[in-house]
Every structure is written in structure tokens, then in C-alpha cells.
């Protein structure tokens, strides 16, 4: 079944509002306003828990899934080395279960 139109918008509402939050964080810490924010190394600007509130919505929107060190996303997969971070941030509905 696939998510609705309406509660997938919102989703993307909030992705949108996080980079916003972590952007206007960066510029009022004195950041340039012509570079970007460096959310690609960690330095976001944004808690722990948004950040992770960020990548779940990100993998929700863009069909990312891991599963078993096993990243899932437009029908391929790949597995993940054993020292990726990407193995320590998966939340508990995207690891398989054995029974």
C-alpha cells in the first residue's frame, strides 16, 4: 500500500523545515550567507535528534531502506562495509526480523 499524497507532503514539509532550522542556526552563529552550511560533514547546526529525524525522512522519501547491512533503493541494493556509519543509524523498522 502505498503512503497518501497528504501525509507524504507533510514529510517533506518538515524535511524542508529541518535544513531551514540547521540553515538560519549556521547564519546566526555567523556563518556566510553564500556558503552552504556543511550539512554533508556533520556540521549542521542541528541537534542530535533532528538530525536523525532528518536522515529517517530522508530515506522515507527517497525509498532508502537498510536491511541486514543491505542498502535497498530503486529496485538494486548493495552491502554496506562492516565500519559503515550508515549500520549504526538504522532504526529498528528497517532491521529485519528473524521470525
Known amino acids: 500500500m502505498t503512503e497518501s499524497t497528504q501525509v507524504r507532503k507533510q514529510k517533506y514539509e518538515r ?4 535544513f531551514a532550522v540547521g ?3 549556521y547564519l546566526d ?9 556543511g ?3 556533520g556540521n549542521d547546526y542541528l541537534t ?3 538530525r536523525k529525524e532528518l536522515t529517517a525522512l530522508g530515506r522515507e522519501l ?3 531502506k537498510i536491511i541486514d547491512g543491505y542498502v535497498h533503493t530503486a529496485g538494486r541494493s ?4 562492516k565500519n ?3 549500520l549504526q543509524n538504522q532504526t529498528k523498522s528497517e532491521v529485519k526480523s528473524d521470525g
Open 84 to 86: 559503515s556509519p550508515l
Open 78 to 81: 548493495w552491502k554496506l562495509p
Open 39 to 41: 550539512s554533508l560533514h
Open 62 to 64: 527517497g525509498g532508502v
Open 48 to 50: 542530535d535528534e533532528e
Open 15 to 18: 524535511f524542508k523545515e529541518l
Open 23 to 25: 540553515r538560519q542556526r
Open 29 to 37: 552563529a555567523g556563518g556566510d550567507p553564500y556558503r552552504p552550511s
